[in-house]
T-cell receptor, first 114, second 112 residues
Framework: DSGVTQTPKHLITATGQRVTLRCSPR?????VYWYQQSLDQGLQFLIQ???????AKGNILERFSAQQFPDLHSELNLSSLELGDSALYFC?????????????FGPGTRLTVT | GDSVTQMEGPVTLSEEAFLTINCTYT??????LFWYVQYPGEGLQLLLK?????DKGSNKGFEATYRKETTSFHLEKGSVQVSDSAVYFC???????????FGKGTKLTVNP
């Protein structure tokens, strides 16, 4: 158990809909990252928040957005869903170790768009 | 841009066999290198890492050495167990940032 929690575990929805995925980082971790894992694209970095502020952006679609709240939990919002958005979405949080940052991943949310 | 290339899987071994999973990278600057493992139905777990050339990361019998001259970070284990069956991902932090770039993963199955 990494200490990072994600809800829900599974989500099934229809094309055109909007969903919200939730992540709670490990206690004390200020950074939250979102990744998408799909069969064709593999694991891709989407976005990073640090203490409520966006810090880095990756291959995140304009239909997707995220935020980090004062209690440090984060939400990833996916709208106008398409079949190709079906994937596993992972959240990670990080701690700065003596030898640099280490990211710890949650169990993921499996999104199925039908 | 930065990228990671892993050997294609799946890899099937018998228990106690020697394991090598090849990983090479392309990067600007001096990234840190990581191996993550994903057991069935679970998230990714950090297995080991190395932050500079010639560093060796090790954990749970697995080892990998950061080779700058060959831009490689191959994962090795001397004697695999059935419990090592999982998907292994090689990764680097892009431009020394905290953005991880992953390889496509290599599925390992160890048979008793």
């Amino acid at each position: 158990d990494s200490g990072v929690t994600q809800t829900p575990k599974h989500l099934i929805t229809a094309t055109g809909q909007r969903v919200t995925l939730r992540c709670s980082p490990r206690s004390g971790d200020l950074s939250v990252y979102w990744y998408q894992q799909s069969l064709d694209q593999g694991l891709q970095f989407l976005i990073q928040y640090y203490n409520g502020e966006e810090r880095a952006k990756g291959n995140i679609l304009e239909r997707f957005s995220a935020q980090q709240f004062p209690d440090l939990h984060s939400e990833l919002n996916l709208s106008s869903l398409e079949l190709g958005d079906s994937a596993l979405y992972f959240c990670a949080s990080s701690v700065e170790a003596r030898t640099g940052y280490e990211q710890y991943f949650g169990p993921g949310t499996r999104l199925t768009v039908t | 841009g930065d990228s990671v290339t892993q050997m294609e899987g799946p890899v099937t071994l018998s228990e106690e066999a020697f394991l090598t999973i090849n990983c090479t990278y392309t990067a600007t600057g001096y990234p840190s290198l990581f191996w993550y493992v994903q057991y069935p139905g679970e998230g990714l777990q950090l297995l080991l890492k190395a932050t500079k050339a010639d560093d060796k990361g090790s954990n749970k019998g697995f080892e990998a050495t950061y080779r700058k001259e060959t831009t490689s970070f191959h994962l090795e284990k001397g004697s695999v167990q059935v419990s090592d069956s999982a998907v292994y991902f090689c990764a680097l932090d892009q431009g020394g940032s905290e953005k991880l770039v992953f390889g496509k993963g290599t599925k390992l199955t160890v048979n008793p």
